[in-house]
């Protein structure tokens, strides 16, 4: 049984006047397929990429060509968003928390308010080149390391914070994410360091300690609940980072 | 938090599981201060002045216990987690030190440590319902057996410190942490078990006691291995 439909033809309009040259063409069209005709993404919101140019009416060309609408309706290539944004990734949100972080000593908790998992992504991609140049093939265990260490933060936090902790778990990851920045660095560095001397064990503490205390800064300024127990939360990420230094360390 | 672990927040799911597992959050009212006191009980229980029942304070017509921070003789899930976690990352160092480090290894002794730690709740409940009592919440045994794995922490850094100090540090630790369990089991079994039969009841506590050295062994000796 085959669906007969008809592939319309392509046609960018000049000029944003759509119901000029088209007219004839979308008489032409509409004929052979009108059984199977696709619902016309007159402002609807649904997200539908048809090649009708000005389909129904001259007004679903003005929003579109403003640069700002749902996706549909005009296939006019300049008007689409741009894919990092269609994906949800802002490099230039990613680089102000990663920067964010390089300070040991102070916290910056506003750009971490609203989590994002792209960063983290790209962190634990570079964690993982680094093992590999170190020779080490890890990139399962490291992911699911961190999947279970912020399982394990989640849980311990909300249950320290009782009645009025509200941190979720995209949240945790993303900032327990953010955090292996220091991680990342020392296996970069420890490419360099000779492998058994207690040189590596020493630079390794240090950038742990570095991790901890940004980790718990972000925690506690990110949800509520978790300021009277900072040692506490504070021993639990030291756990967490001391596992991935093992990583890097041995 | 029940409500935000288990998703739908039926009343049925929730009273039934409360039934079983009596309100983790209870266990998680802690705080530094107690936190340290809590870890100077367990690691040194001789050096305890106090007692060791727990404070029972009636709440809408029942007796129930004082949270840990107003008692340091009650359980708390804390001090175990945290324990498990110091077992496991010191594990993986001494591993690393002898040259032997690999993620399978670490994921390995964090499924022996549970193993463990399983073991050691499933002697407790053995104990209490022989003696016809298995009325203790199931989460207060779980942190009894938890805190064991402070003892076997000290028994790992002895792994991880050059010389024969491990030889000292494990049967030392072992006692300890034998010493803290009898106690603290013969606190609730007074409080539980209505017959009072004393042989019975000192037997299975000197068994619980000695339980805890073929544990240590097990668990201290860091290796790959099932057994060993």
């Given amino acids: 049984m085959t669906k007969e439909f008809g592939v319309p033809p392509v046609v960018f309009p000049s000029g944003g006047n759509p119901t000029v040259a088209v007219g004839g063409n ?62 949800g990734i802002h490099p230039d949100q990613i680089w102000k928390k990663t920067k964010s972080i390089l300070n040991p000593f102070r916290a910056n908790p506003t750009f971490h308010k609203d989590s994002d998992l792209s960063g983290p992504i790209f962190l634990y991609l570079s964690f993982c080149l680094f093992q590999l140049l170190a020779g080490k093939i890890q990139f399962g265990v490291i992911l699911g390391w961190i999947v279970v260490s912020s399982i394990f933060l989640y ?32 296996s970069a560095i420890s490419l360099f360091v000779p492998q058994n001397g207690a040189l590596r064990s020493g630079i390794a503490g240090v950038f742990v300690i570095w991790a901890t205390r940004a980790c718990t800064n972000l925690m506690v300024a990110v949800a509520d609940g978790g300021e009277e127990h900072r040692g506490l939360i504070a021993y639990a990420c030291f756990l967490i980072y001391t596992l991935f230094s093992l990583l890097v360390v041995f | 938090m029940e409500g935000k672990i288990l998703g739908s927040s039926s009343e049925y799911v929730q009273s039934n599981i409360s039934r079983y597992f009596s309100d983790p959050q209870y266990y998680f009212q802690v ?24 404070i029972t304070e009636p709440v809408g017509g029942r007796l129930s216990y004082k949270p840990p921070i107003y008692d340091i003789n009650a359980p708390d899930l804390y001090i175990p987690f945290m324990a498990f976690g110091t077992y496991v990352v010191l594990a993986g160092l001494s591993l690393g030190l002898n040259g032997k480090f690999s993620p399978e290894a670490l994921n390995w002794l964090f499924v022996k440590g549970l193993l463990g730690w399983f073991m050691q709740v499933a002697l407790l409940k053995m104990i209490f319902l022989s003696l016809g009592s298995g009325e203790a919440p199931l989460l207060d045994i779980v942190a009894y057996a938890g805190y064991t794995f402070t003892g076997v922490c000290f028994a790992v850094l002895g792994k991880i410190l050059p010389g024969y100090s491990y030889y000292i540090l494990m049967p030392c630790s072992c006692l300890c942490m034998g010493i803290f369990l009898v106690k603290t089991m013969k606190r609730v079994l007074f409080a539980e078990v209505r017959s009072f039969d004393a042989s019975r009841h000192y ?12 544990f240590f062994a097990w668990l201290g000796n860091v290796s790959v291995n099932w057994f060993l």
């Fill in chain 2, 203 to 214: 037997y299975l506590l000197l068994l619980i006691g000695l339980v805890q050295f073929p």
């Fill in chain 1, 26 to 87: 979308t008489q032409q069209r509409r004929v052979p397929t009108a059984p199977f005709q696709p619902p016309r993404p007159s402002n609807s919101g649904i997200p539908f990429m048809s090649f009708e140019v000005g389909s129904a009416a001259a007004t679903t060309s003005g929003p579109i060509g403003g640069g700002t609408g749902p996706i549909g309706g005009v296939a006019n290539f300049d008007d689409e968003e741009p894919l990092l944004d269609e994906l």
């Fill in chain 1, 155 to 186: 849980v311990v936090f909300n249950m320290l914070a009782g009645r009025h902790g509200n941190l979720d778990l995209h949240t945790c990851t993303s900032v327990i994410g953010y955090c292996l920045l220091p991680v990342v660095i020392l």
């Fill in chain 2, 31 to 54: 705080n530094d201060h107690y936190v340290r006191n809590k870890l100077k009980v367990v690691l040194f229980p001789f050096l305890h002045r106090g007692h060791w029942m727990r």
